[in-house]
């Protein structure tokens, strides 16, 4: 039994809305094994944003416990997460999330550049990635100049950028129309099968769940349905048949 | 480590916000002008007075009619030192040599201009050696006048600037209907008041006048060799007071008896009074822009609170988000600097160049390297400065808060 990248034990976030709190996730347990494809579904305020923000080592918990990589993160510094994220974690965005002003090489060699990777290096492995989603091409263009699924493929392209053990894609496919979202999903899939990543897609198009080997439901901040179980030996079947 | 890369994001950041990072600069390029260019200027005074101070020579003594308290008075005021006093001067232990000197501006005919000048008198036979020994005095032509005849010499820029047509040895020139010849043209002395001026024999200049013989507006000292000039000037002030007391009810008070010393001293402490003045102001100029600096950078983080997100969402430290904000107002303070230096060197530069032709005004411009680094070091600390609080509430943000931003 692998230690699972992210442990949630009985997790809860509660918001501060002036005098009124309001909990969005209510005590949720899970654990997110190495090498796993699991889709995050829920529809607009089931707490699923909420929940990405926590396994991406964004924010911390208002009660009970995170470990990620075993390692409990409310005991970790500001800086301490920032550097775990930057090298274990990729986040794909919605919205792409690229730096405007920088070139889509700068973008992808950014992560790498707060983790100290020698500019040779930076070069050499951006250029690879972007090779592999298929941007060799679209190396010195600005984010203004690139089309959506162009933008999103620079994006992850960025988020494998350091090689993360688990890449998080949040609504991935939002903004982008069906056939280039299925693009997207495939170039994901691809990063899934040949490098072994981890990878955590929030979604409310089961479309895009169809993807994952499993499919965790989330409604009004707690887990209704898991499906990790089932969902991977009938995964594991399709993929031997293929 | 990745510092250079940080430097190329923060230059980026700034390009992207051109307009705005340019009119933030300019107002540094205004402050570090201001102050670049007084304290040249004020800089260029305190050289020039020096400069004067050292033509003076080290043992020599100015009696002047006034009083310490109001030194001006002495400069422009009517009174006098009476013949009386000049020899109570003269007959002073450790006095060598006593150089009277009246001066006055008059209307100085040559060909058909005329133009007022400053017609200083000196006693020839006494005063042709000690300005040359000790004022370091020299002719570019002609000859030194002779004593009691209607001669006299010029000063460089009354030669050469006063009027259209330049004044040559040889010519005649008319002051109050009375034709002299120029005999002699002097080399600079190093001071616009006294390049400017005509220079008679003192008999005639009283004579033109009207000033009673055997006074003057100002007397020079000449000591003898070993005395010590602060004696010899305190004697001399012992006894121009007694003969001030015997000559009951006399109209003149008190003499002002200055050494080429104290005369710097007295200059040195007006100058950095100036320069306190102006360094305050200039700073104030400094710290204007400094606030422009700080709200650019403020209206940049807001503006900018999810690209902060981003950047911590991929692996920044708060550290790495507060260098690259500080790398930019860094950058604003010292592009600030580096245009406001270069301009006001220029203006330094051509204060220099024309700032002597002004016939009032001796102006001067001295650029120190010692200056240039302070404007270029300065505006760097005030932009990081300023840009700190900016740069720190970016570093504080919540990635999760900054992403949201917006949304």
């Known amino acids: 039994m692998p230690e699972p990248i992210i442990k949630l034990e009985n997790v809860w976030k509660i918001y501060q809305l002036g005098k009124i709190e309001v909990p969005a996730l209510k005590g949720v347990s899970l654990d997110i094994n190495p090498g796993s494809f699991v889709s995050i579904m829920g529809t607009s305020g089931s707490g699923k944003s909420t929940f990405l923000n926590l396994i991406g080592v964004l924010d911390v918990p208002t009660k009970g416990k995170i470990f990620l990589k075993g390692k409990d993160i409310s005991k970790l510094s500001e800086d301490e997460l920032a550097q775990l994220r930057g090298r274990t974690i990729g986040f794909i965005f919605q919205e792409f999330n690229l730096l405007p002003n920088l070139t889509t090489v700068e973008n992808v060699t950014l992560p790498m550049i707060f983790q100290g990777v020698s500019e040779v290096e930076r070069e050499k492995k951006a250029k690879e990635i972007l090779t592999m989603v298929g941007l060799e091409n679209r190396i010195y263009h600005q984010p203004a100049e690139l089309s959506g699924g162009e933008r999103q493929r620079v994006?992850?392209?960025?988020?494998?950028?350091?090689?993360?053990?688990?890449?998080?894609?949040?609504?991935?496919?939002?903004?982008?129309?069906?056939?280039?979202?299925?693009?997207?999903?495939?170039?994901?899939?691809?990063?899934?099968?040949?490098?072994?990543?981890?990878?955590?897609?929030?979604?409310?198009?089961?479309?895009?769940?169809?993807?994952?080997?499993?499919?965790?439901?989330?409604?009004?901040?707690?887990?209704?349905?898991?499906?990790?179980?089932?969902?991977?030996?009938?995964?594991?079947?399709?993929?031997?048949?293929? | 480590m990745e510092k250079s890369e940080y430097f190329k994001i923060a230059f980026r950041n700034l390009k992207t916000r051109?307009?705005?990072?340019?009119?933030?600069?300019?107002?540094?390029?205004?402050?570090?002008?201001?102050?670049?260019?007084?304290?040249?200027?004020?800089?260029?005074?305190?050289?020039?007075?020096?400069?004067?101070?050292?033509?003076?020579?080290?043992?020599?003594?100015?009696?002047?009619?006034?009083?310490?308290?109001?030194?001006?008075?002495?400069?422009?005021?009517?009174?006098?030192?009476?013949?009386?006093?000049?020899?109570?001067?003269?007959?002073?232990?450790?006095?060598?040599k006593v150089l009277s000197m009246s001066y006055s501006g008059v209307v100085m005919r040559y060909k058909k201009e005329a133009k007022t000048v400053l017609l200083t008198g000196q006693p020839w036979k006494e005063a042709i050696d000690i300005l040359q020994r000790f004022q370091g005095w020299s002719l570019s032509s002609g000859r030194w006048p002779i004593s009691g005849k209607n001669e006299v010499i010029v000063g460089q820029q009354t030669a050469s600037k006063t009027f259209e047509e330049k004044v040559k040895v040889n010519t005649e020139i008319t002051i109050k209907g009375k034709k002299f010849e120029v005999v002699g043209i002097l080399n600079s002395l190093g001071s616009k008041t006294d390049d400017s001026a005509v220079y008679v024999d003192m008999s005639i200049y009283q004579n033109l006048t009207g000033e009673k013989k055997g006074s003057a507006q100002a007397a020079l000292v000449k000591i003898e060799e070993g005395a010590s000039v602060n004696k010899v000037a305190e004697n001399i002030k012992e006894n121009l007071q007694e003969t001030e007391k015997r000559r009951a009810g006399a109209a003149a008070s008190n003499f002002l008896v200055i050494t080429s010393e104290k005369m710097s001293g007295i200059a040195g402490s007006v100058l950095g009074v100036i320069q306190f003045v102006i360094v305050i102001f200039a700073s104030i100029a400094i710290v204007v822009g400094g606030i422009g600096i700080t709200n650019t950078m403020f209206t940049s983080v807001r503006e900018r609170t999810r690209e902060i997100g981003i950047m911590k969402a991929i692996g920044a430290k708060n550290n790495t988000v507060l260098l690259i904000f500080l790398i930019e107002s860094g950058i604003i303070g010292f592009g600030g600097g580096i245009g406001g230096t270069a301009l006001g060197v220029l203006f330094a530069k051509i204060i220099e160049q024309y700032g002597q032709v002004h016939p009032i005004f001796y102006f001067s411009a001295s650029v120190t390297p010692g200056l240039i680094i302070f404007g270029l070091l300065f505006s760097f600390l005030v932009g990081g400065l300023a840009g700190f609080f900016p740069a720190k509430t970016a570093a504080k943000l919540k990635p999760v808060e900054a992403l949201r931003r917006y949304e």
Not at chain 1, 194 to 218: F, L, M, W
Not at chain 1, 220 to 239: C, R
Not at chain 2, 68 to 94: L, R, V, W
Request: proline fraction near 2%.
């Open chain 2, 18 to 96: 051109s307009l705005r990072s340019w009119l933030t600069i300019l107002g540094i390029v205004i402050g570090v002008f201001l102050i670049v260019t007084l304290l040249s200027l004020s800089e260029g005074l305190k050289a020039t007075i020096t400069k004067q101070l050292r033509a003076m020579g080290g043992d020599m003594i100015m009696i002047m009619p006034g009083d310490e308290s109001n030194i001006m008075m002495s400069f422009i005021g009517g009174t006098k030192i009476e013949k009386e006093d000049m020899e109570a001067i003269k007959k002073t232990e450790g006095v060598d």
């Open chain 1, 155 to 242: 994006a992850i392209a960025r988020a494998f950028a350091n090689d993360p053990e688990l890449v998080i894609a949040d609504e991935p496919t939002g903004n982008l129309d069906s056939s280039t979202g299925n693009k997207i999903m495939e170039i994901l899939t691809d990063f899934h099968k040949k490098e072994g990543k981890t990878i955590v897609v929030v979604t409310h198009d089961p479309q895009i769940a169809n993807y994952s080997r499993e499919v965790i439901n989330i409604k009004d901040g707690e887990i209704v349905a898991n499906h990790q179980i089932g969902k991977e030996v009938l995964w594991k079947n399709q993929n031997i048949s293929k």
